[in-house]
């Protein structure tokens, strides 16, 4: 029995030895597009939102950004890309916001945005259009109040 203990002994360093047989590298490079030269978009909806009539349709409001590329870019492969770490629990293409009940769908080119879908842009200096409109919870009656939320919009290539 020692003498197979120390047989195995001898044997499980040569197990587990190995040489390195991959090796990783690339080159980081700045993005050449941004979106709005990198600021805040601001999309303001008002003060007067009427709780009953929140619909999905009433109140929709353009996402006004520009898709600022590098002089000389071509557009091959760009893309955008709208995301959010909130959806609302009841519409996927809805921003969740501070307000119990109150999401604001997200509209790509007049379609409900799929989050973290890559959506092409063949030209940069007309990027699809986007719109945010509020929706509600059919289980939730709306109350009176303001309201905040965020997402993501990214230039991807």
Request: charged residues 15%; proline residues 7%; glycine residues 8%.
């Amino acid at each position: 029995m020692k003498r197979l203990l120390c047989l195995l002994s001898l044997a499980l360093p040569l197990c587990a030895q190995a040489a390195d047989n991959m090796s990783f590298h690339g080159t980081l490079v700045a993005p050449p597009c941004t979106i709005s030269n990198g600021r805040t978009i601001e999309v303001a909806f008002g003060n007067d939102l009427g709780v009953n009539k929140i619909d999905g349709n009433n109140y929709k409001q353009p996402v006004s950004y520009t898709l600022d590329c590098e002089a000389g870019y071509t557009a091959g492969g760009l893309a955008i890309v709208v995301d959010t770490t909130a959806p609302a629990a009841f519409d996927a293409s809805a921003v969740k916001t501070d307000k119990t009940g109150l999401g604001l769908r997200i509209l790509v080119d007049g379609q409900p945005a799929t989050f973290a879908k890559r959506v092409a842009v063949s030209n940069p200096a007309s990027p699809p259009a986007i719109q945010a409109v509020p929706v509600q919870d059919p289980a939730v009656t709306l109350t009176e109040g303001a309201f905040e939320a965020t997402m993501t919009l990214r230039a991807d290539m």
